[in-house]
């Protein structure tokens, strides 16, 4: 089986630019969940996306926006882009109903995102 | 809310002696427990979970935590480290009922192995 796959791997943005990440889940999940890492931190929680609906955030501004597509990859869009937004971001994916906080989540390897 | 504290930013330790990175969390409801563990440059990997039963839980690697409730700890241990083990290890929960991919992490532990 496929795991999670992530691209871009690294990509430099300046301040105010938009960006897009894109996921791919692990065969058989349907549920998309995407962290920042900034550095020397533990990843923090963005959204979760089930059935192609945002049904949970975290504290991350409206500027954060996310996809889930009907073969269950994902998109982050992040809009403006500040300085603060340079961080690793992690996408998971997990098979489960919304609510199944004992479920294992599968991380890809990142997209590191640098903004000048 | 949930939070949860590593208490040690980092672990610096002898090839094949003990090791123990301590974990401990804050919770108003009950949670699920997590040690996620990330090699440079790679996504976290699951080391092991605690969902209920057993407090003493076995994990890949041979690691091993202990759920102690009275105490909030989920303390992660392994007898004899290699030098492959050298990564940064996550503490995580997650709320009963609550999003299945909402995990609140810890701040991470490094773990370095010397031979």
Do not use: M
């Not at chain 1, 300046?14 to 962290?35: D, I, P």
Request: glycine share 10%.
């Amino acid at each position: 089986e496929t795991g999670v796959t992530q691209s871009p791997t690294h990509l430099i943005k300046t301040r105010g630019q938009q960006v897009t990440l894109r996921c791919s889940s692990q065969s058989g999940h349907n549920t998309v969940s995407w962290y920042q890492q900034a550095l020397g931190q533990g990843p923090q929680f963005i959204f979760q996306y089930y059935r192609e609906e945002e049904n949970g955030r975290g504290n991350f501004p409206p500027r954060f926006s996310g996809l889930q597509f009907p073969n269950y990859s994902s998109e982050l869009n992040v809009n403006a882009l500040e300085l603060d937004d340079s961080a690793l971001y992690l996408c998971a994916s997990s098979f489960g109903t919304a609510s199944s906080g004992a479920n294992v989540l599968t991380f890809g390897a990142g997209s590191r995102l640098t903004v000048l | 809310a949930q939070s949860v504290t590593q208490l040690d930013s980092q672990v610096p330790v002898f090839e094949e002696a003990p090791v123990e990175l301590r974990c401990n969390y804050s919770s108003s409801v009950s949670v699920y427990l997590f040690w996620y563990v990330q090699y440079p440059n790679q996504g976290l990997q699951l080391l092991l979970k605690y969902l209920s039963g057993s407090t003493l839980v076995k994990g890949i690697n041979g690691f091993e935590a202990e759920f102690n409730k009275s105490q909030t700890s989920f303390h992660l241990r392994k007898p004899s480290v290699h030098i492959s083990d050298t990564a940064e290890y996550f503490c995580a929960v997650s709320r009963y009922g609550g999003s299945q991919g909402n995990l609140i992490f810890g701040k991470g532990t490094k773990l370095s192995v010397k031979p």
